[in-house]
């Protein structure tokens, strides 16, 4: 069993199962969604996960500011250069992973139950915001629901693919920015992304980022911000290769 109470297993086979529904979900009326149980459990963590993700990591809330908005700083650092941008826009993020997972990560075992799904979530919101902001500086409408669930889909990085099978879906040329031409519905984008939510809350209680180094006060901090850092560096390589310059895209 994971940390939070849910197991990987428990995460992986509710997500399966939500993937599945997605088909379903394209004919959905209005009145079948409206009959939908209020959630709660596994199922309502997952659904928060996602909309807080959506809602603060790319749309941006208070200090923590937009994808739109860091892009943008990006491409004028970069004086245009979208490559550039790219790489400052990893840079800067994985400078914010490490200030967080070390701060974070200070106390021991006192702070453990409250500072680390603090940081577990600091390390999503970032995941989510550099994804998008990759996605905005190569063109791409980060507003559009299908883009938006793509940005999801890059953070569960090789359970991408089985989530789309099993969704019935299919990235074009392997990229997940084809998404943008599925056109889904949004009951449909609702379900997909809730899948997502399932696969992230399973890997934060199989492994919880390091959860024996941060056991140590002070090497535990050391440790989380390298995984941060490190984990931050491999979802940054993965969102340029999931959206590629859109006048390229399908060359």
Known sequence: MGMFGWGRDETVEASDATAKRVRDAKNA?????????V???LSGAATRLVERLLDVGIDGKGPFESAHRVAEKALEQAHGDRDQALRILMRDHRQLGAVG??????GGFFTMPISLPANVLEFYLLATRMTAATAKVRGYDVDQPEIRSA??????????DDL??????????????SLAFE???APALMVLNKAVGFRLLGRIGQGTF?????AVPLVGGLIGAGVDVYMLGRIGKQAAKEFPPVETFGR
């Open 101 to 106: 997972g070390f701060a974070t990560g200070l």
């Open 183 to 185: 056109r889904l519905p």
């Open 210 to 214: 390091a959860k024996l180094g941060r």
């Open 164 to 177: 789309l099978k099993k969704a019935g879906l299919q990235a074009a040329g392997g990229k997940l920015s």
């Open 151 to 160: 940005v999801l889909l890059t953070l569960t990085g090789a359970d991408s």
């Open 29 to 37: 009326g209005a009145l079948e969604r409206a009959a939908q149980p």
């Open 39 to 41: 959630e709660g459990g």
